[in-house]
Protein backbone atom coordinates (compact mmCIF):
# COMPACT_ATOMS: atom_id res chain seq x y z
CA UNK A 1 0.00 0.00 0.00
CA UNK A 2 2.82 2.29 0.93
CA UNK A 3 4.48 1.80 -2.59
CA UNK A 4 1.14 2.72 -3.78
CA UNK A 5 0.69 5.56 -2.52
CA UNK A 6 3.90 6.69 -3.59
CA UNK A 7 3.30 6.04 -7.04
CA UNK A 8 -0.07 7.80 -7.41
CA UNK A 9 0.77 10.79 -4.51
CA UNK A 10 3.61 11.80 -6.62
CA UNK A 11 5.48 15.23 -5.47
CA UNK A 12 4.15 16.95 -8.81
CA UNK A 13 0.52 15.43 -8.09
CA UNK A 14 0.78 16.96 -3.93
CA UNK A 15 2.27 20.33 -5.41
CA UNK A 16 -1.02 20.18 -7.56
CA UNK A 17 -3.22 19.84 -4.57
CA UNK A 18 -1.54 22.18 -2.34
CA UNK A 19 -1.84 25.31 -5.01
CA UNK A 20 -5.40 24.39 -5.83
CA UNK A 21 -6.00 24.14 -2.23
CA UNK A 22 -3.90 27.01 -1.43
CA UNK A 23 -5.70 29.29 -4.37
CA UNK A 24 -8.87 28.95 -2.77
CA UNK A 25 -8.05 29.54 0.98
CA UNK A 26 -6.39 32.77 -0.41
CA UNK A 27 -9.01 34.08 -2.14
CA UNK A 28 -10.86 32.96 0.98
CA UNK A 29 -9.47 35.44 3.22
CA UNK A 30 -8.84 38.23 -0.14
CA UNK A 31 -12.68 38.23 -0.23
CA UNK A 32 -13.52 41.39 1.96
CA UNK A 33 -10.45 42.91 -0.14
CA UNK A 34 -12.05 41.74 -3.63
CA UNK A 35 -15.97 42.82 -2.57
CA UNK A 36 -15.26 46.29 -4.07
CA UNK A 37 -14.25 47.68 -6.76
CA UNK A 38 -10.56 46.42 -8.11
CA UNK A 39 -7.93 47.90 -9.99
CA UNK A 40 -7.08 46.70 -13.46
CA UNK A 41 -3.40 45.60 -12.45
CA UNK A 42 -4.52 43.40 -9.67
CA UNK A 43 -7.54 42.56 -11.76
CA UNK A 44 -5.83 41.07 -14.34
CA UNK A 45 -3.21 39.71 -12.12
CA UNK A 46 -5.77 37.70 -10.17
CA UNK A 47 -7.58 36.54 -13.40
CA UNK A 48 -4.36 35.44 -14.80
CA UNK A 49 -3.37 33.41 -11.31
CA UNK A 50 -6.64 31.85 -11.43
CA UNK A 51 -6.82 30.36 -15.43
CA UNK A 52 -3.05 29.14 -14.67
CA UNK A 53 -4.33 27.46 -11.16
CA UNK A 54 -6.98 26.22 -13.23
CA UNK A 55 -5.06 24.96 -16.53
CA UNK A 56 -2.40 22.91 -13.70
CA UNK A 57 -4.88 20.94 -11.86
CA UNK A 58 -6.48 20.37 -15.33
CA UNK A 59 -3.65 19.14 -15.91
CA UNK A 60 -3.34 16.77 -13.08
CA UNK A 61 -6.86 15.68 -13.72
CA UNK A 62 -5.94 14.52 -17.65
CA UNK A 63 -2.73 13.02 -16.03
CA UNK A 64 -4.97 10.87 -13.64
CA UNK A 65 -7.37 10.33 -16.55
CA UNK A 66 -4.61 8.71 -18.83
CA UNK A 67 -3.25 6.26 -16.03
CA UNK A 68 -6.96 4.94 -15.61
CA UNK A 69 -7.05 5.11 -19.39
CA UNK A 70 -3.55 2.78 -19.66
CA UNK A 71 -4.63 0.80 -16.99
CA UNK A 72 -8.55 0.14 -18.40
CA UNK A 73 -7.58 0.22 -21.84
CA UNK A 74 -9.75 1.32 -24.96
CA UNK A 75 -12.84 1.86 -25.18
CA UNK A 76 -13.24 2.57 -21.50
CA UNK A 77 -9.62 4.57 -20.57
CA UNK A 78 -10.85 6.86 -23.55
CA UNK A 79 -14.01 7.22 -22.21
CA UNK A 80 -12.47 8.09 -18.58
CA UNK A 81 -10.48 10.84 -20.16
CA UNK A 82 -13.37 12.41 -22.32
CA UNK A 83 -15.29 12.53 -19.63
CA UNK A 84 -13.09 14.22 -17.09
CA UNK A 85 -12.51 16.79 -19.80
CA UNK A 86 -16.36 17.26 -20.13
CA UNK A 87 -17.33 17.53 -16.35
CA UNK A 88 -14.51 20.31 -16.16
CA UNK A 89 -16.07 22.38 -18.70
CA UNK A 90 -19.80 21.45 -17.64
CA UNK A 91 -18.46 22.97 -14.13
CA UNK A 92 -16.98 25.85 -15.72
CA UNK A 93 -19.87 27.04 -17.76
CA UNK A 94 -22.43 26.23 -14.29
CA UNK A 95 -20.15 28.43 -12.10
CA UNK A 96 -20.20 31.43 -14.78
CA UNK A 97 -24.36 31.07 -15.37
CA UNK A 98 -24.68 30.23 -11.71
CA UNK A 99 -22.12 33.88 -11.31
CA UNK A 100 -23.65 37.33 -11.02
CA UNK A 101 -24.65 38.96 -13.93
CA UNK A 102 -26.23 38.02 -16.96
CA UNK A 103 -24.98 34.90 -18.97
CA UNK A 104 -27.62 33.91 -21.76
CA UNK A 105 -24.93 33.16 -24.25
CA UNK A 106 -22.00 30.98 -22.14
CA UNK A 107 -23.40 27.48 -22.95
CA UNK A 108 -23.01 28.57 -26.84
CA UNK A 109 -20.19 30.20 -26.90
CA UNK A 110 -18.28 27.60 -24.86
CA UNK A 111 -19.63 24.65 -27.02
CA UNK A 112 -19.05 26.37 -30.03
CA UNK A 113 -15.95 27.65 -29.61
CA UNK A 114 -15.33 23.67 -28.11
CA UNK A 115 -16.63 22.56 -31.36
CA UNK A 116 -13.98 24.60 -33.90
CA UNK A 117 -11.22 24.40 -31.50
CA UNK A 118 -11.51 20.28 -31.84
CA UNK A 119 -12.57 19.62 -35.35
CA UNK A 120 -10.66 21.59 -36.63
CA UNK A 121 -7.09 23.68 -34.36
CA UNK A 122 -6.41 19.98 -32.81
CA UNK A 123 -7.40 17.53 -35.55
CA UNK A 124 -5.96 19.98 -38.14
CA UNK A 125 -2.39 19.64 -35.95
CA UNK A 126 -3.21 15.70 -35.33
CA UNK A 127 -3.29 15.46 -38.78
CA UNK A 128 -0.62 17.60 -39.97
CA UNK A 129 1.49 15.66 -36.87
CA UNK A 130 0.63 11.96 -37.56
CA UNK A 131 0.44 12.61 -41.46
CA UNK A 132 3.83 13.33 -41.77
CA UNK A 133 5.17 10.49 -39.43
CA UNK A 134 2.60 7.61 -40.64
CA UNK A 135 1.89 8.32 -44.31
CA UNK A 136 0.02 5.47 -44.58
CA UNK A 137 -2.65 5.22 -41.44
CA UNK A 138 -6.31 5.52 -41.42
CA UNK A 139 -8.97 5.82 -38.64
CA UNK A 140 -11.83 3.12 -38.28
CA UNK A 141 -14.43 4.82 -40.03
CA UNK A 142 -17.59 3.05 -38.48
CA UNK A 143 -16.41 4.56 -35.29
CA UNK A 144 -15.99 8.15 -37.07
CA UNK A 145 -18.80 8.16 -38.68
CA UNK A 146 -20.89 7.14 -35.36
CA UNK A 147 -19.27 10.13 -33.57
CA UNK A 148 -20.40 12.23 -36.93
CA UNK A 149 -23.63 11.10 -36.58
CA UNK A 150 -23.70 11.62 -32.62
CA UNK A 151 -22.44 15.12 -33.72
CA UNK A 152 -24.84 16.36 -36.58
CA UNK A 153 -27.69 15.66 -34.33
CA UNK A 154 -26.35 17.08 -31.09
CA UNK A 155 -25.35 20.48 -32.33
CA UNK A 156 -28.15 20.93 -34.42
CA UNK A 157 -30.18 20.15 -31.41
CA UNK A 158 -28.03 23.12 -29.69
CA UNK A 159 -27.62 25.73 -32.50
CA UNK A 160 -29.75 25.37 -35.13
CA UNK A 161 -33.06 24.24 -33.85
CA UNK A 162 -33.66 26.86 -30.81
CA UNK A 163 -33.82 29.59 -33.47
CA UNK A 164 -36.34 27.92 -35.46
CA UNK A 165 -38.72 25.87 -33.00
CA UNK A 166 -37.95 28.31 -30.19
CA UNK A 167 -39.51 31.40 -28.37
CA UNK A 168 -38.25 33.94 -31.10
CA UNK A 169 -35.30 34.55 -29.34
CA UNK A 170 -33.39 32.37 -29.59
CA UNK A 171 -34.15 29.83 -26.11
CA UNK A 172 -36.10 26.93 -26.55
CA UNK A 173 -39.38 27.39 -24.63
CA UNK A 174 -39.71 25.59 -21.07
CA UNK A 175 -42.12 22.57 -22.34
CA UNK A 176 -39.15 22.10 -25.48
CA UNK A 177 -36.45 21.96 -23.04
CA UNK A 178 -37.32 19.70 -20.98
CA UNK A 179 -38.14 17.09 -24.10
CA UNK A 180 -34.67 18.14 -25.48
CA UNK A 181 -32.67 17.13 -22.19
CA UNK A 182 -34.29 13.89 -21.77
CA UNK A 183 -34.15 13.20 -25.40
CA UNK A 184 -30.42 13.87 -25.43
CA UNK A 185 -29.60 12.24 -22.25
CA UNK A 186 -31.15 9.15 -23.81
CA UNK A 187 -29.54 9.43 -27.21
CA UNK A 188 -26.24 9.84 -25.30
CA UNK A 189 -26.89 7.05 -22.63
CA UNK A 190 -27.40 4.60 -25.85
CA UNK A 191 -24.18 5.58 -27.27
CA UNK A 192 -22.16 4.95 -24.51
CA UNK A 193 -23.58 1.70 -23.81
CA UNK A 194 -23.29 0.63 -27.29
CA UNK A 195 -19.27 2.23 -27.38
CA UNK A 196 -18.83 0.31 -24.31
CA UNK A 197 -20.23 -3.19 -24.99
CA UNK A 198 -21.73 -4.37 -28.42
CA UNK A 199 -19.68 -2.22 -30.80
CA UNK A 200 -16.57 -1.27 -28.79
CA UNK A 201 -14.15 -3.05 -31.24
CA UNK A 202 -15.67 -0.06 -34.22
CA UNK A 203 -13.64 2.28 -31.46
CA UNK A 204 -10.56 0.51 -31.81
CA UNK A 205 -7.78 0.85 -34.41
CA UNK A 206 -8.61 -1.03 -37.21
CA UNK A 207 -6.85 -4.44 -37.87
CA UNK A 208 -3.54 -4.17 -39.73
CA UNK A 209 -2.44 -1.14 -38.58
CA UNK A 210 1.01 -2.18 -37.09
CA UNK A 211 0.51 -0.47 -33.59
CA UNK A 212 -2.45 -1.95 -33.26
CA UNK A 213 -1.20 -5.18 -34.44
CA UNK A 214 1.87 -5.05 -31.93
CA UNK A 215 -0.47 -4.50 -28.45
CA UNK A 216 -0.72 -6.83 -26.02
CA UNK A 217 -4.00 -8.52 -25.99
CA UNK A 218 -6.20 -6.56 -23.17
CA UNK A 219 -7.53 -8.38 -20.07
CA UNK A 220 -11.60 -8.11 -19.75
CA UNK A 221 -12.63 -5.39 -17.87
CA UNK A 222 -14.11 -7.04 -14.68
CA UNK A 223 -10.64 -8.78 -14.07
CA UNK A 224 -8.61 -4.71 -14.70
CA UNK A 225 -11.12 -4.19 -11.99
CA UNK A 226 -10.79 -7.05 -9.63
CA UNK A 227 -6.68 -6.86 -10.14
CA UNK A 228 -6.01 -3.32 -10.06
CA UNK A 229 -8.57 -2.09 -7.31
CA UNK A 230 -6.51 -0.43 -4.92
CA UNK A 231 -4.55 1.87 -7.60
CA UNK A 232 -7.99 2.68 -9.42
CA UNK A 233 -9.53 3.59 -6.28
CA UNK A 234 -6.54 5.52 -5.43
CA UNK A 235 -6.29 7.59 -8.88
CA UNK A 236 -10.15 7.94 -8.96
CA UNK A 237 -9.92 9.83 -5.33
CA UNK A 238 -7.33 11.67 -6.71
CA UNK A 239 -8.53 13.07 -9.81
CA UNK A 240 -11.64 14.15 -7.64
CA UNK A 241 -9.43 16.59 -5.18
CA UNK A 242 -8.12 18.09 -8.24
CA UNK A 243 -11.09 18.61 -10.05
CA UNK A 244 -12.62 20.24 -6.59
CA UNK A 245 -10.30 23.54 -6.89
CA UNK A 246 -11.02 23.90 -10.30
CA UNK A 247 -14.93 23.90 -9.30
CA UNK A 248 -14.49 26.35 -6.58
CA UNK A 249 -12.16 28.37 -8.46
CA UNK A 250 -14.30 28.53 -11.40
CA UNK A 251 -16.86 31.10 -9.65
CA UNK A 252 -14.16 33.68 -9.18
CA UNK A 253 -12.80 33.38 -12.80
CA UNK A 254 -16.30 33.81 -14.35
CA UNK A 255 -16.54 37.11 -12.21
CA UNK A 256 -13.36 38.69 -12.72
CA UNK A 257 -13.91 37.39 -16.61
CA UNK A 258 -16.63 39.36 -17.13
CA UNK A 259 -15.21 42.46 -15.43
CA UNK A 260 -12.32 42.22 -17.43
CA UNK A 261 -14.05 41.50 -20.69
CA UNK A 262 -16.32 44.74 -20.14
CA UNK A 263 -13.48 47.03 -19.35
CA UNK A 264 -11.72 46.22 -22.51
CA UNK A 265 -14.65 46.49 -24.35
CA UNK A 266 -14.19 43.10 -26.02
CA UNK A 267 -16.41 40.26 -28.01
CA UNK A 268 -18.63 38.20 -25.27
CA UNK A 269 -17.84 35.59 -27.07
CA UNK A 270 -14.08 35.61 -26.28
CA UNK A 271 -15.84 34.25 -22.64
CA UNK A 272 -16.67 30.65 -24.20
CA UNK A 273 -13.41 30.32 -26.09
CA UNK A 274 -10.96 31.05 -23.38
CA UNK A 275 -12.92 28.72 -21.44
CA UNK A 276 -12.87 25.99 -24.30
CA UNK A 277 -9.10 26.45 -24.44
CA UNK A 278 -9.09 26.38 -20.69
CA UNK A 279 -10.49 23.04 -20.43
CA UNK A 280 -9.26 21.29 -23.80
CA UNK A 281 -5.28 22.29 -23.37
CA UNK A 282 -4.07 19.24 -21.74
CA UNK A 283 -5.83 16.93 -23.73
CA UNK A 284 -4.85 18.69 -26.67
CA UNK A 285 -1.76 17.43 -25.77
CA UNK A 286 -2.54 13.99 -25.53
CA UNK A 287 -3.88 13.84 -28.50
CA UNK A 288 -0.83 15.14 -30.82
CA UNK A 289 1.14 12.32 -28.91
CA UNK A 290 -1.32 10.03 -29.83
CA UNK A 291 -1.25 10.92 -33.29
CA UNK A 292 2.85 11.15 -33.49
CA UNK A 293 2.86 7.35 -32.20
CA UNK A 294 0.50 6.74 -35.01
CA UNK A 295 -2.87 6.34 -33.71
CA UNK A 296 -5.10 7.77 -35.95
CA UNK A 297 -8.29 6.31 -34.05
CA UNK A 298 -7.11 7.57 -30.51
CA UNK A 299 -7.05 10.99 -31.98
CA UNK A 300 -10.52 10.68 -33.39
CA UNK A 301 -11.94 8.53 -29.50
CA UNK A 302 -10.34 11.73 -27.87
CA UNK A 303 -11.53 14.78 -30.26
CA UNK A 304 -15.08 13.56 -31.54
CA UNK A 305 -15.57 11.63 -28.27
CA UNK A 306 -14.63 14.99 -26.06
CA UNK A 307 -16.92 16.88 -28.47
CA UNK A 308 -19.81 14.00 -28.12
CA UNK A 309 -19.45 13.97 -24.56
CA UNK A 310 -19.08 17.77 -24.32
CA UNK A 311 -22.91 18.27 -26.56
CA UNK A 312 -24.38 16.00 -24.80
CA UNK A 313 -23.73 16.90 -21.31
CA UNK A 314 -23.68 20.68 -21.63
CA UNK A 315 -26.82 20.95 -23.27
CA UNK A 316 -28.75 19.39 -20.80
CA UNK A 317 -27.21 20.69 -17.74
CA UNK A 318 -27.38 24.25 -19.17
CA UNK A 319 -30.92 23.52 -19.45
CA UNK A 320 -31.61 22.48 -16.43
CA UNK A 321 -30.39 24.84 -15.14
CA UNK A 322 -32.09 27.53 -16.97
CA UNK A 323 -35.10 25.38 -15.77
CA UNK A 324 -34.65 25.87 -12.42
CA UNK A 325 -33.34 29.02 -11.94
CA UNK A 326 -35.77 30.74 -14.41
CA UNK A 327 -32.30 32.22 -16.83
CA UNK A 328 -32.86 32.16 -20.45
CA UNK A 329 -30.12 30.23 -22.04
CA UNK A 330 -30.05 30.99 -25.24
CA UNK A 331 -28.50 28.85 -27.65
CA UNK A 332 -29.31 29.57 -31.02
CA UNK A 333 -26.17 30.62 -33.51
CA UNK A 334 -25.92 32.93 -36.01
CA UNK A 335 -25.74 32.38 -39.46
CA UNK A 336 -22.16 32.96 -39.90
CA UNK A 337 -21.59 30.48 -37.08
CA UNK A 338 -23.91 27.93 -38.76
CA UNK A 339 -22.21 27.83 -41.69
CA UNK A 340 -19.03 27.88 -40.68
CA UNK A 341 -19.94 24.41 -38.05
CA UNK A 342 -21.88 22.93 -41.31
CA UNK A 343 -18.99 23.58 -43.44
CA UNK A 344 -16.58 21.66 -41.00
CA UNK A 345 -18.81 18.68 -40.28
CA UNK A 346 -18.69 18.21 -44.05
CA UNK A 347 -14.89 18.79 -44.30
CA UNK A 348 -15.03 16.57 -41.69
CA UNK A 349 -16.81 13.52 -43.20
CA UNK A 350 -14.32 14.43 -45.92
CA UNK A 351 -11.21 13.85 -44.24
CA UNK A 352 -11.87 10.77 -42.64
CA UNK A 353 -13.91 9.27 -45.55
CA UNK A 354 -10.12 8.63 -47.41
CA UNK A 355 -8.67 5.81 -47.93
CA UNK A 356 -5.31 7.62 -45.58
CA UNK A 357 -4.55 11.05 -43.78
CA UNK A 358 -2.43 13.17 -45.17
CA UNK A 359 -1.09 16.41 -43.90
CA UNK A 360 -3.07 18.55 -46.41
CA UNK A 361 -6.18 17.03 -44.41
CA UNK A 362 -4.94 18.84 -41.42
CA UNK A 363 -3.75 22.17 -43.15
CA UNK A 364 -7.57 22.61 -44.57
CA UNK A 365 -8.97 21.37 -41.03
CA UNK A 366 -6.37 24.70 -39.36
CA UNK A 367 -7.55 26.73 -42.09
CA UNK A 368 -11.08 26.38 -41.35
CA UNK A 369 -9.98 27.61 -37.58
CA UNK A 370 -8.49 30.50 -38.83
CA UNK A 371 -11.62 31.36 -40.74
CA UNK A 372 -13.53 30.91 -37.24
CA UNK A 373 -11.40 33.50 -35.24
CA UNK A 374 -11.64 35.91 -37.92
CA UNK A 375 -15.19 35.87 -37.86
CA UNK A 376 -14.76 36.43 -33.86
CA UNK A 377 -13.60 40.18 -33.98
CA UNK A 378 -15.82 40.47 -37.32
Same mark, same amino acid.
Given at each position: MRTLLRSVLTPT?????? @?????????LVLAPVLAGPVSAWLLWLLLVGIVAV???NAFGVVTEAEHLAHRLGD????????????????????????????HATIARDSVMAVSMIIMNLVIGAALVVGGYRHPDRRANSTGVSLYLGMLIVLLTVAFALPGLIGDGTG???????IIVVVLTVGVYGFFLVRQMGAQRADFQEISGVPSAASAPARLPIRRVLAEHRAELTARTVLLIA??? *??? @???????ALLDEGLDRLDAPIALSGI???????? *?????TIRAASGGDPQRVSNLCHGALVSTAGLTIPV???IGLLTGQRVLLAETPVNLVLLG???????????????????GAVHLLMFVLYGLSVFA
Open positions: AILRLM @LGWGSFVLLITVPYGTLVLTLSIAAIEVILISAVMLGPGEAYTPAQAMVL *PIV @LLSHDMALIAMIVFL *PETITVLTATLLLTLATYSARRLTPLH
